[in-house]
T-cell receptor, first 112, second 113 residues
Framework: GQQVMQIPQYQHVQEGEDFTTYCNSS?????IQWYKQRPGGHPVFLIQ?????EVKKQKRLTFQFGEAKKNSSLHITATQTTDVGTYFC????????????FGKGTKLSVKP | DTGVSQDPRHKITKRGQNVTFRCDPI?????LYWYRQTLGQGPEFLTY????????KSRLLSDRFSAERPKGSFSTLEIQRTEQGDSAMYLC???????????FGDGTRLSIL
């Protein structure tokens, strides 16, 4: 079945450093979504990418969808302590009709 | 709009007991999803509904798991004859159809003694 792999599993950075997490799917995706889960919280939707090669920005966050629609990345510029949490990518293939397959997430810690 | 609500927040039960969790989605959303999340893992898809129709249930973990959404509004997830391995956070989410962003509830944390 469809699998979504995400690396790294953990990332520790100094405040102000950049951070990137990468996501790879075993199958071509119709779209990919990114979620953030704070410690003790629930996943919160960040963004959805649909088009091949799409790049979207949200302030310090940059999201990319690969040309083959099988990989994606999230880059945070100049991390802040408020960025702490686990970032999940979640892929949806064309045949699934709705269910998302989540990666294992990248847990980001930021040292002030 | 109060978001997705789940009840109870925590459930502690003995092995072998049956448990039922409730999810109230965002009222405008006709899709409702159930996930399981264990420590250090991403949410694992279990099943989803569009209105009252259960469109995908092949990923339910065993025949001890079942879900209903009888009137197309709230949903329940039941686990029969609970086992130690069922201990996890059970998350509910809702959305508009067509691959739209999902809005998650706070989850029900299940602990099996």
């Amino acid at each position: 079945g469809q699998q979504v792999m995400q690396i790294p599993q953990y990332q520790h950075v100094q405040e102000g450093e950049d951070f990137t997490t990468y996501c790879n799917s075993s199958t071509t995706l119709s779209n990919i979504q990114w979620y953030k889960q704070r410690p003790g919280g629930h996943p919160v939707f960040l963004i959805q990418l649909v088009k091949s090669g799409e790049v979207k920005k949200q302030k310090r966050l940059t999201f990319q969808f690969g040309e083959a629609k099988k990989n994606s990345s999230l880059h945070i510029t100049a991390t802040q302590t408020t960025d702490v949490g686990t970032y999940f990518c979640a892929g949806q293939d064309g045949g699934s009709q709705g269910n998302l397959i989540f990666g294992k997430g990248t847990k980001l810690s930021v040292k002030p | 709009d109060t978001g997705v609500s789940q009840d109870p927040r925590h459930k502690i039960t003995k092995r072998g007991q049956n448990v039922t969790f409730r999810c109230d989605p965002i009222s405008e959303h006709n899709r409702l999803y159930w996930y399981r999340q264990t420590l250090g893992q991403g949410p694992e898809f279990l099943t989803y509904f569009q209105n009252e129709a259960q469109l995908e249930k092949s990923r339910l973990l065993s025949d001890r798991f079942s879900a209903e959404r009888p009137k197309g509004s709230f949903s329940t997830l039941e686990i029969q004859r609970t086992e130690q391995g069922d201990s996890a956070m059970y998350l509910c989410a809702s959305s508009f159809p067509g691959g739209q962003p999902q809005h998650f509830g706070d989850g029900t944390r299940l602990s099996i003694l």
